[in-house]
């Protein structure tokens, strides 16, 4: 019940296209799903991040889609650019991600944005 | 946002040695930090969750002894591999959270020869 299942694993795209990211989790405990952006060598950094209230947040070109009752949410990158290539990671945790909550993390997805 | 800096950015020891890392929070107070164990391409695994002026509370399968954290103070967590093998080369990754964000450090690339 604590895992957060993250496909697809790579991901290819083209630039200027849209990069799409699926997470599930069956834990209904889970109020906090951030997206954490990953460069090789680097620690994960902070996309954007979404509680249960809202079906959808956007921030520039980056959008999170949640559904509550199939308990999934997705990335969207829009118009992706070369610079977006990395790895991404989704997570959950209960309470809001704050000092004492742990973070679950998806398996991470290496997305390629081809110039 | 917040800056957490971890040292040494890469670390190469011999086998039997023990290696510390150190985790700091440069411009926030953390009562509590993370410490998380990456292999390659492949997830964040949370090892400890470190709390500061108390023990540090371990993650299922994740050898206290091991694996020593101290956090002295609100703004510096430690984690020591002790007795180093081979098979704990991986990438170590700190967090500490601020208004309810983690920010995680830039990772300590371990290899143990």
């Known amino acids: 019940q604590q895992q957060v299942k993250q496909s697809p694993q790579s991901l290819i795209v083209q630039k200027g296209g849209i990069s799409i990211i699926n997470c599930a989790y069956e834990n209904t405990a889970f109020d906090y799903f951030p997206w954490y952006q990953q460069f090789p060598g680097k620690g994960p950094a902070l996309l954007i991040a979404i509680r249960p209230d809202v079906s959808e947040k956007k921030e520039g070109r980056f959008t999170i889609s949640f559904n509550k009752s199939a308990k999934q949410f997705s990335l969207h990158i829009m118009d992706s650019q070369p610079g977006d290539s990395a790895t991404y990671f989704c997570a959950a945790s209960r309470g809001y991600g704050g000092a004492t909550n742990k973070l679950i993390f998806g398996t991470g997805t290496l997305l390629a944005v081809q110039p | 946002g917040a800056v957490v800096s971890q040292h040494p950015s890469r670390v190469i020891c011999k086998s039997g040695t023990s290696v510390k890392i150190e985790c700091r929070s440069l411009?926030?107070?953390?009562?509590?930090m993370f410490w998380y164990r990456q292999f390659p391409k492949k997830s964040l695994m949370l090892m400890a969750t470190s709390n500061e002026g108390s023990k540090a509370t371990y993650e299922q399968g994740v050898e206290k002894d091991k694996f020593l954290i101290n956090h002295a103070s609100l703004t510096l967590s430690t984690l020591t591999v002790t007795s180093a093998h081979p098979e704990d080369s991986s990438f170590y990754i700190c967090s500490a959270t601020k208004l309810n964000i983690q920010y995680f450090g830039a990772g300590t690339r371990l290899s143990v020869l």
């Open positions: 411009d926030f107070q953390a009562t509590t």
